[in-house]
């Protein structure tokens, strides 16, 4: 459904920006639907196939959550092939490893919630966005709580806890490097909201 009113309201260039914003947010979360895929295939308990299959579904879910207010302003999502996530999974490779996938999808799930909640504190933020923000944030501290319990507690079986700390310390360093490439930009699409 495409929200005339809203289109009609904001200057081209505005709309343009949102629109940015959030086909990066979607990106991030199509990889993130990705990743988790892959643990699926990874990590056979039953648990951890619950668990993942509600994580998946989650990260679709936001995607198509961003997708519909992309549609909500009369437009599709931009294509995105250079995003956050692309840029860590060329400084990192493919993680093969349960461990090292596990590392990965916290730092990502964290850095997506940490660039949530700066979008929800901006000023001027419309009232639609603001409730897709909420939703898909409410669900990213289960993520990085689950994820985290999970790795921890498949270190500590293979007599190493020590490697996940390592993992993590591994994945935020890239992180960091990565996001400060991005930040300055994402900052300005915002504040041009």
Not at 10 to 32: G, I
Not at 44 to 56: G, I, P, R, V, Y
């Amino acid at each position: 459904m495409v929200v005339a009113s809203e289109n009609s309201e904001n200057p081209p260039d505005r709309v343009d920006r949102e629109v940015q914003v959030y086909s990066y947010y979607r990106d991030a979360e199509l990889h993130a639907s990705s990743l988790i895929y892959r643990l699926l295939r990874v990590l056979k308990d039953d648990e951890a196939q619950l668990l993942l299959s509600e994580h998946l579904s989650d990260e679709t879910a936001h995607a198509w959550q961003w997708t519909e207010r992309i549609k909500e302003l009369g437009r599709v999502p931009t294509p995105i092939t250079d995003g956050y996530q692309v840029q860590i999974a060329k400084r990192a490779g493919v993680p093969r490893k349960p461990l090292d996938l596990l590392a990965l999808t916290v730092v990502v799930e964290q850095r997506a919630l940490e660039r949530y909640r700066e979008h929800l504190k901006r000023e001027g933020v419309p009232e639609r966005t603001l409730e897709v923000l909420r939703s898909v944030s409410k669900d990213e501290d289960w993520h990085i709580d689950w994820v985290n319990k999970k790795a921890r507690e498949i270190a500590t079986a293979e007599g190493s806890p020590e490697l996940y700390d390592q993992a993590i310390d591994r994945y935020r360093a890239i992180d960091r490097e990565v996001w400060a490439e991005f930040k300055d930009v994402e900052r300005s699409w915002l504040e041009a909201l």
